[in-house]
């Protein structure tokens, strides 16, 4: 079509049946949509439903196959995926990741030398009371494990600006609250280290003290040791 805004193919049914449907018994795809111009901002595939259905469905029939069943791809400066849900009174998940093998749900991968992270989790509204990450598990498992093998950055690094602590830990059950280890007999380092620069207690205990070892303190010029 060289003129007007009508589609080049139309297909309709008002039955149960596809308005259209592709298939392909030899090598090739079953279809195929291109937007060759450089200037055109239109989408290249838009789906759209005002039914109960899904807007799009992707389905890989074949245990043997390791390729994948979804493949998105950009080599612009936009995101190569965007979930939305624009509804304020929905309870769902824009991004719901399901496994029932041994691979993890959902894997974050950046492969530039530069300052890009991961993964950023971000509550943008002042309001909302709910947790940035909420991380369970019913098994044996670790809730969270942190790694790293290179620099020498904190493994895990906790910040606020406000009345909060940076980090709390709770136990509701048998178990202890917190624990640190060195597992490094040539390591020298503490394996905890408190400090402040304001007027409160680098370190206030509530209860029994156990220590075993040797404790050793530090005081300024003047103060009674302990």
């Known amino acids: 079509?060289?003129?007007?805004?009508?589609?080049?193919?139309?297909?309709?049914?008002?039955?149960?049946?596809v308005s259209v449907s592709g298939y392909n018994y030899g090598s090739g795809g079953a279809g195929r949509f291109?937007?060759?111009?450089?200037?055109?901002?239109?989408d290249a595939l838009y789906s759209?439903?005002?039914?109960?259905?899904?807007?799009?469905?992707?389905?890989?029939?074949?245990?043997?196959?390791?390729?994948?069943?979804?493949?998105?791809?950009?080599?612009?400066?936009g995101k190569a995926g965007n979930f939305?849900?624009?509804?304020a009174t929905s309870i769902g998940t824009a991004l719901n990741a399901i496994t029932n093998g041994d691979g993890a749900a959902i894997y974050g991968t950046n492969t530039k030398g530069g300052i890009g992270s991961a993964a950023i989790l971000e509550n943008t509204n002042a309001s909302n009371v709910g947790d940035v990450l909420l991380v369970k598990s019913y098994g044996t498992g670790i809730a969270g494990h942190y790694e790293s093998y290179g620099g020498t950055n904190p493994v895990l690094y906790a910040a606020t600006g406000t009345s909060?602590?940076?980090?709390?830990?709770y136990n509701y059950g048998s178990g202890g609250a917190g624990r640190f280890f060195v597992n490094n007999a040539g390591n020298s380092a503490d394996a905890l280290?408190?400090?402040t620069t304001g007027t409160g207690n680098a370190l206030n205990v509530v209860g029994k003290a156990a220590?075993?070892?040797?404790?050793?303190?530090?005081?300024?010029?003047?103060?009674?040791?302990?």
């Open 1 to 17: 079509s060289y003129g007007g805004t009508n589609p080049v193919l139309y297909a309709a049914t008002g039955t149960s049946g």
């Open 34 to 42: 291109f937007v060759n111009n450089a200037g055109n901002s239109a």
């Open 48 to 77: 759209s439903t005002t039914g109960t259905g899904r807007a799009g469905y992707f389905e890989k029939n074949n245990s043997a196959s390791a390729s994948d069943a979804l493949y998105v791809s950009t080599n612009g400066s």
């Open 84 to 87: 939305q849900i624009n509804n």
């Open 164 to 169: 909060g602590v940076s980090v709390s830990g």
């Open 193 to 195: 280290y408190t400090s």
């Open 211 to 226: 220590i075993s070892g040797q404790l050793t303190s530090t005081v300024a010029t003047g103060t009674a040791p302990l």
